[in-house]
């Protein structure tokens, strides 16, 4: 392995890489079919070189703690894909990548999604993501699992700890994603069984931390299931944020929001069934795992459990003013006072 992608990693702009799809690594000196075959294809070429330039931005982007992590990844997922790809001679199923250049479009793929690790400042504080590569060896398959996760770094180092304790606890950062047995893995075929674990930040301040929190499966087939659900913070409380430490929650609480709920989807949605979505509306909104916070309003998950990838979901916007009845005279101070 020369570097962290088959390369030495040059930095060129974003427009260089579509005008000159050269890989990030000097092809005169490639070695093995992998180097080879990124050399002769321009696509995997521009693909090798926005990787490389996406991996340097990081390197200035989160702090050396956190990428030393992305760094060590890297290098688990370099040595994953030269044994994984470098093997791939045909297709025996027609589901699966015909070779080493099909096989490294599917990994370059994943990887870019991979790599977009958020990173946000808020005065001394910064949110971060951090990386972990895991790889189940198992015979004639293969399981792996990409686990972004978030991280707070800075002063008040109490704040940050206090977060990042909540984080390895809730997340589990130790353990495995996946579930599965060998037995299932093999069941499934020949293939490459993708879990991954990323998160979106909707709010960030010193007050305040909302991010959702996003699982796929992307199994040997292609097809890929997600699950996404919300997790909030509250930086002043050291605590997690919940619904009842901004709202007063009761029945005519829950009849509101639904209320809204279901007035949006039937104005936003372009689902052919509303209706039988409508049904499950209640449910989903009396899950808080379902609520993402900012100091504006809140924002309802729904369709967001466990899914096919090409399932329906919704976001719902929901405004401090429609829920002004509700607010608590001790809620936090940043609720309820702007976007009314």
């Not at 800075?154 to 047995?181: W, Y």
């Not at 929650?249 to 069934?273: C, H, I, M, P």
Request: aromatic residues 8%; glycine residues 8%; negative net charge.
């Amino acid at each position: 392995m020369k570097t962290l992608f088959f390369c030495a990693a040059a930095v060129a702009t974003t427009a260089a890489v579509h005008a000159d799809p050269r890989p990030s690594f000097d092809c005169t000196k490639a070695q093995g079919s992998i180097e080879r075959a990124i050399c002769s294809d321009e696509n995997l070429a521009a693909r090798d070189r926005s990787l490389a330039e996406r991996f340097a931005r990081l390197e200035k982007d989160l702090s050396p703690e956190s990428f030393a992590t992305v760094r060590n990844a890297q290098r688990d997922w370099v040595s994953w894909v030269r044994a994984w790809c470098g093997g791939k001679k045909s297709a025996e199923d027609a589901s699966l990548p015909s070779g080493v250049a099909d096989c490294l479009n599917t990994e370059y793929g994943e990887r870019e999604g991979v790599l977009a690790l958020p990173s946000r400042t808020s005065g001394t504080l910064k949110l971060e993501g951090r990386l972990i590569f895991r790889n189940r060896k198992v015979a004639s398959t293969a399981e792996v699992e990409d686990d972004g996760y978030p991280w707070l770094t800075g002063t008040p180092a109490d704040k940050a700890q206090a977060f990042n304790r909540h984080i390895e606890k809730t997340l589990a950062i130790a353990s495995r994603l996946s579930r599965f047995t060998p037995g299932d893995l093999k069941a499934m075929g020949e293939g490459v069984e993708h879990l991954a674990r990323t998160f979106e930040v909707h709010h960030f301040d010193g007050h305040l931390i909302s991010l959702e929190v996003i699982h796929t499966n992307a199994g040997p087939t292609g097809h890929t299931w997600m699950s996404e659900y919300a997790l909030n913070w509250d930086l002043d409380r050291g605590r997690p944020l919940k619904l009842d430490d901004v709202f007063r929650v009761d029945r005519k609480f829950w009849e509101t929001v639904v209320a809204q709920a279901r007035k949006y989807l039937k104005e936003n949605s372009d689902t052919a069934d509303v209706d039988g979505w409508l049904d499950s509306v209640s449910t989903e909104v009396k899950d808080e795992a379902n609520w993402l916070f900012d100091d504006r309003g809140v924002v309802v998950l729904l369709g967001h459990g466990s899914r096919s990838a090409a399932g329906t979901a919704a976001e719902v916007p929901v405004g401090y003013a429609e829920l002004r009845p509700f607010l608590k005279t001790d809620r936090p101070s940043w609720a309820g006072t702007t976007g009314e």
